[in-house]
C-alpha cells in the first residue's frame, strides 16, 4: 500500500525523527522539519502542561512562515508523541491541544488507545504506534492506528529485543501500512537497508542528540561522538522498562553497569515526569547502538545533509553492483 502523502509528499528523506524524551525542543523539531525530515517531540517535555500549547503554537507558526518564504522547498510535517500508558495524567490536556493545533502525526508509545485515534483522525491527523514485537503490533491495528514503529534490538532508550529483520518480517506477512524501523540506524545506509528489508521509513533518534539545537548538555553530546555499540548497556533499572544507555554516564553515577540489578516492572511510571523519571534520564544517559556512525556535534541540517549524502551514495553503489 502507499504511504499516505502526509508521509511522502513533503519528505527529502524517508526519515522520521524519534521524540527524545527531555532532549527533543521546539527548535530542533523546527530544523529537522526545514531539513526535510519529520520532526518530533514528547508531548512531555513541554513542561508545565501549559507550555505545549505554546510550543504548538511557536512550531506551526515558524513552520507556515517557512513554507511561505520557500513554496518550492516547503517544510516535512511534524509529530507529537504521546504516552498513553495509565500513570500519564497529561494525556487528555495533551491530546487535546493535539487537536487544536491539528498536529499532522501523533506517535503513541506504552498502550494503545482508541479515543486518542479517533481524536487525532477527527481533523485528518494520522497515528504511528511504536511496538517491540508482532503482538502488540496487531492490537495497535485493532484499535485504529495508521501505522507501525518497529522497535527493534539495539535501539536508544526503551528499546526491543528482536532483530529488526525477524521483526519486519513478521509484521509484513499481515500488514501492507505504513511501517518505520527503530534501532541502531544513524547513517544513510542504514536508512537504505530499512527499506530493503521492507520498512517504508526509517525512526532515527540517538544521531539527533549530537546536535547543536538539542537540549542535552555538552558532556552528553560528546560521549555520543566518543563512544561506540560496546559502550552501550541494556537495562530496566532507571523506568521499569528495558532500555539502552551509555555505559559512562552509568559509571558517573556511582553504579557498576556490569553488575546492574532488576527492576520491578509494576512500578514504571511514564506520566507527566516526576523530578526522579527526568532525573533519571538527564543523569542517565539514553542512547542506541548505532552511535559509532556519529563523529561531530552538527546541527541538524548538516547531520540531514549527511545523511541524504550516505543514502544516495549506497543507492549508487547497489545500482552498479
Request: a negative charge; aromatic letters at 6%.
Amino acid at each position: 500500500m502507499a504511504l499516505p502523502p502526509i508521509l511522502s509528499e513533503r519528505l527529502k528523506l524517508p526519515i522520521v525523527a524519534a521524540p527524545l524524551f527531555i532532549i527533543s525542543n521546539p527548535d530542533l523539531v523546527i530544523a529537522q522539519c526545514k531539513a526535510g525530515i519529520v520532526g518530533s517531540f514528547p508531548a512531555l517535555n513541554a513542561r508545565p502542561a501549559e507550555e505545549l500549547d505554546r510550543w504548538l503554537e511557536k512550531i506551526t507558526t515558524e513552520l507556515a512562515e517557512y513554507d511561505a518564504a520557500n513554496p518550492d522547498n516547503p517544510s516535512a510535517p511534524f509529530a507529537v508523541n504521546q504516552i498513553v500508558h495509565g500513570s500519564n495524567d497529561r494525556l487528555q490536556h495533551d491530546v487535546e491541544m493535539c487537536v487544536k493545533w491539528k498536529v499532522p502525526i501523533v506517535i503513541t508509545s506504552l498502550g494503545a488507545k482508541e479515543f486518542v485515534n479517533e481524536a487525532i483522525h477527527s481533523y485528518g491527523g494520522i497515528v504511528l504506534h511504536d511496538i517491540i514485537n508482532d503482538r502488540f503490533a496487531k492490537k495497535a491495528i485493532e484499535k485504529g492506528a495508521d501505522g507501525l514503529i518497529a522497535v527493534a534490538a539495539g535501539a536508544g532508550g526503551h528499546a526491543g529485543a528482536l532483530s529488526p529483520f525477524a521483526l519486519i518480517q513478521e509484521i509484513r506477512e499481515w500488514f501492507d501500512g505504513p511501517l518505520l524501523l527503530s534501532g541502531s540506524i544513524a547513517n544513510g545506509d542504514a536508512v537504505l537497508a530499512a527499506q530493503a528489508m521492507g520498512a517504508d521509513l526509517a525512526y532515527i533518534g540517538s544521531a539527533f542528540i549530537a546536535t547543536k539545537e538539542a537540549n542535552a548538555e555538552q558532556p552528553y553530546k560528546q560521549s555520543l561522538v566518543d563512544s561506540n555499540a560496546d559502550d552501550i548497556v541494556l537495562s530496566n533499572l532507571f523506568t521499569g522498562v528495558h532500555g539502552n544507555y551509555l555505559k559512562p554516564s552509568i559509571i558517573a553515577a556511582g553504579l557498576d553497569p556490569d553488575n546492574l540489578p532488576e527492576s520491578d516492572p509494576s512500578k514504571m511510571s511514564f506520566g507527566s515526569g516526576g523530578n526522579s523519571e527526568a532525573k533519571a534520564w538527564k543523569d542517565i544517559w539514553g542512547c542506541g547502538q548505532g552511535i559509532g556512525a556519529i563523529k561531530a556535534v552538527l546541527t541538524a541540517g548538516d547531520l540531514v545533509a549527511s545523511i541524504e549524502d550516505q543514502y544516495n551514495v549506497a543507492k549508487a553503489r547497489l545500482t552498479n553492483t
